[in-house]
């Protein structure tokens, strides 16, 4: 399959200066002393994609991911490298970026069409389908201005995915739409990626959107490009080091190759603990006033497993200790499959006010394993409402276990909702 786009050694410097004056001393004395210091936003970025993949990149803030997209829109040009782009390029970079938002919502449709090479009468074949998928009523023969971020997102993602392009690019300009029009995006991207083969590229902060559409994930950190690989182990690291000023690049490249090349031995009896089967992608974040220790699944004779019977009755357990006076504590659950995919979970309010300092607590839950035959991880957790959410302390990919016992598999996906079927004749 060729390749989309290809980034070759792309650096893009910067010169900042402390105060305003010191760039006109620099300009009217170019070989006497320099009044500024560089800084890398990108440093020796070097990665291609392909036709057709769908790629997120993630990371903190400030670590260069709007600054790449940029240089491959070319609005920006690399300091030194070599960057290709085969085909044509659609991109979201910021709201409301090549909208006059004077015109109103239809009057920039026309614009950006015309813009983009489109004819009068190709834009008028197109708008039906833009101003549907957008959905702002009314507002679409309002001026831009009077728009909310929300409703300017809705109008230019509508008008990105239905001008033909080859590749779109998407700066974190849909995380402001609400949830509804996020889902009917991210839906859109896939079956566009699926039948008509373009490429996206997009940052996104949101993990479970790198998991669930993405086929490749990039780490930035610092301005370099840290990982490349499968999503799941990418945000594995990505929520290490987003918690932290300082980290061990070598050693999260390290847990990185160790994470991605895990495998899993298939065990063929149920109800047991299998030392094969441990989860190497664990992450913990700060304690913030209490944590987690002794992560326990247990049978119904209170022995611990990790390879469980479908359809069986089995305990999550975590002791929590508190390292100062918290109120309002809700303790928290979430299942998900070995790919990051969510399946789901609960946070349940304590009916207790406070748990003093050094008060330990044993949380126990329980579940049935509605599970298709598989891997999959928990986490677990505990949170403060007190004055605003807070979380006490998390632990991502706390327990990796499997399910074995599922003969007559009727059912599709990752869960058995146990759907009952009922057929009606006409008479």
Not at 6 to 32: F, G, W
Not at 84 to 110: Q, R
Request: with cysteine; glycine share 8%.
């Amino acid at each position: 399959m060729p390749n989309a786009i290809i980034i070759q050694n792309v650096t893009k410097k910067y010169k900042l200066y402390s105060q305003p004056i010191d760039r006109l001393k620099e300009a009217l004395h170019p070989l006497s002393k320099s009044y500024h210091h560089d800084f890398l936003a990108n440093n020796d970025i070097t990665f291609s994609i392909k036709k057709g993949e769908v790629v997120g990149i993630i990371g903190k803030n400030g670590s260069g991911k709007s600054t790449l997209l940029k240089m491959i829109t070319g609005v920006v040009t690399p300091s030194s490298g070599t960057i290709e782009v085969h085909g044509k390029i659609t991109a979201m970079l910021e709201l409301g970026a090549g909208f006059n938002p004077e015109l109103t919502g239809m009057e920039n449709l026309y614009m950006s069409g015309a813009i983009s090479g489109f004819s009068k009468e190709e834009m008028e074949a197109k708008i039906a389908d833009i101003v549907a998928f957008a959905d702002i009523g009314e507002f679409i023969h309002q001026p831009l201005k009077t728009y909310s971020s929300g409703m300017k997102a809705r109008l230019g993602f509508a008008f990105a995915i239905n001008s033909e392009p080859e590749i779109l690019i998407i700066d974190e300009a849909l995380s402001v739409g609400d949830v509804a029009f996020q889902r009917k995006c991210y839906s859109r991207i896939e079956d566009t990626c699926k039948n008509e083969g373009i490429t996206v590229l997009f940052v996104s902060h949101s993990e479970s959107v790198i998991v669930n559409l993405c086929n490749r994930a990039l780490l930035l950190y610092g301005g370099e490009l840290l990982l490349d690989g499968k999503p799941k182990d990418v945000v594995t690291q990505y929520l290490k080091i987003s918690k932290s000023n300082q980290i061990n690049k070598d050693q999260i490249k390290k847990d990185f190759i160790e994470s991605s090349q895990q495998t899993f031995k298939e065990s063929k009896d149920c109800s047991i603990f299998s030392n094969d089967l441990l989860s190497q992608s664990t992450v913990e974040l700060e304690k913030n006033g209490g944590f987690i220790y002794n992560i326990l699944l247990l049978n119904s004779k209170n022995e611990k497993v990790n390879v469980l019977d479908y359809n069986r009755v089995y305990t999550f357990r975590y002791t929590v200790e508190f390292l100062e006076d918290v109120r309002n504590v809700s303790f928290g659950v979430f299942t998900k499959t070995k790919d990051g995919i969510s399946l789901g979970g609960r946070e349940k309010k304590s009916t207790k006010q406070l748990y003093k300092k050094g008060e330990i607590v044993v949380i126990e839950w329980q579940f049935k394993t509605i599970f298709a035959n598989g891997y999959y991880l928990i986490n677990c957790g505990v949170i403060s409402n007190e004055y605003e959410r807070r979380v006490i302390h998390r632990v991502f990919d706390a327990y990796l276990f499997q399910v074995r016992g599922v003969q007559d598999e009727d059912f599709t996906g990752h869960i058995n909702l146990n759907l009952d079927y009922t057929e009606i004749n006409d008479a």
